[in-house]
């Protein structure tokens, strides 16, 4: 905000002098040299007190003499030479002021009005050629009080058009889908980054302060449309989650029956081949005693057989000695299990 200081006492204390002259103009006459004096004093002291000015808390006083800038002033009382040689702008640097683009809540004037979009400014083209319909509000605030006044003409009608100029860049460079959903971060951060770029290269004194979407949409016509895809594709990433987890919970227990399986016949297979290799040994070391000595070997074999065959066998011990109509029959086999 801008307030221009320009007092008009002088003016005022030269028309109520003139007023009383045209009143009284024989007096005046009369005592003209003294009263000449006085006007002259009276009208001096009142010019000179024009240059008395105050800056509030949050503001900064630009002077301009003769209609250049000269100095700035700070808070509080301040004077200055009068007008014409010097004049002051006062210019609020600490409050926040918001700039709406696509929609509007307030009037030219600073008043609250009903919410109405702006289509013309509102749609934009994104990376992906789809139109979305794109809101969004800046905050910004005066950082430079002589550049803001001198650096460009109409500072805020050129920080609303370059915001436009940032924003559509920015969404050009993203995908519907993505702004509309993880990228207004990206966007918002983009749109800052150019569009404060821009003010300070156009010396507006400008800072914007944030930048901040409010809504990201289609346009009207095709929203259901739109929307029905977006829940489409979010089924379809639904039950491509839901498979991956199924394939992750069902893929580790097979890989472990599998190696479960491998390694029991990678056991059963080493003790095949032991035992193979075990019993080639000792025939390989029996063939070489059979080679030494045949008769003995092929003996003991024989009766080593005989114990492991007649081992796994009942065994009924035949006296031909005995007769007379008895049975020739010793069952050891019980007389074994009586004697325990």
């Known amino acids: 905000m801008i307030v221009n200081r320009e007092e008009n006492r002088f003016d005022d204390v030269w028309s109520t002098l003139r007023r009383k002259i045209e009143q009284n103009p024989g007096g005046w006459e009369k005592k003209s040299g003294s009263w000449l004096l006085v006007t002259v004093a009276i009208l001096v002291l009142a010019w000179l007190s024009t240059g008395i000015y105050t800056v509030g808390p949050g503001e900064v006083g630009v ?11 700070g808070p509080g009382l301040n004077y200055r030479f009068p007008w014409p040689i010097q004049s002051v702008d006062v210019v609020n640097v600490a409050s926040i002021r918001r700039l709406e683009i696509g ?25 992906d050629k789809n139109i979305a319909d794109v809101q ?13 006044l001198f650096g460009s003409t109409e500072p805020e009608r050129f920080l609303r058009i370059n915001t436009e100029i940032a924003l559509r860049s920015a969404v050009g460079g ?6 509309m959903t993880v990228g207004r971060p990206e966007v918002e951060s983009t749109t800052w980054y150019f569009l404060q770029r821009l003010m300070d ?9 944030g930048v901040e979407l409010q809504t990201v949409d289609p346009p009207e016509e095709v929203k259901e449309t739109f929307y029905e895809v977006v829940r489409a594709k979010a089924d379809e990433e ?28 990678t056991a059963y297979k080493e003790q095949k081949i032991l035992i193979a290799e075990g019993e080639s040994s000792g025939f390989l070391a029996v063939a070489k005693e059979y080679r030494q000595a045949p008769v003995v070997t092929k003996r003991r074999l024989y009766f080593e057989t005989i114990e492991a065959v007649l081992a796994k066998t009942e065994n009924i ?24």
């Open 201 to 209: 290269d156009h010396n507006t004194g400008l800072h914007i302060v």
């Open 238 to 265: 639904r039950l491509k989650r839901e498979a991956e987890g199924y394939a992750m919970d069902v893929v580790p227990r097979a890989r472990g029956e599998a190696t479960k399986i491998i390694q029991a016949a």
């Open 136 to 148: 969004v509000f800046v905050l910004y605030q005066v950082k430079d009080a002589p550049l803001y």
């Open 174 to 179: 993203f995908d519907i889908d993505h702004i």
């Open 63 to 73: 002077i301009r003499q003769f209609g250049a800038f000269t100095a700035e002033a």
């Open 317 to 340: 011990i035949v006296n031909p000695r005995v007769g007379g109509g008895v049975t020739p029959l010793l069952p050891l086999k019980d007389f074994g299990l009586g004697a325990n």
């Open 103 to 127: 929609f509007r809540t307030m009037d030219e004037l600073g008043r609250s009005v009903e919410h109405r979009r702006v289509p013309e400014e509102s749609m934009m083209l994104t990376k």
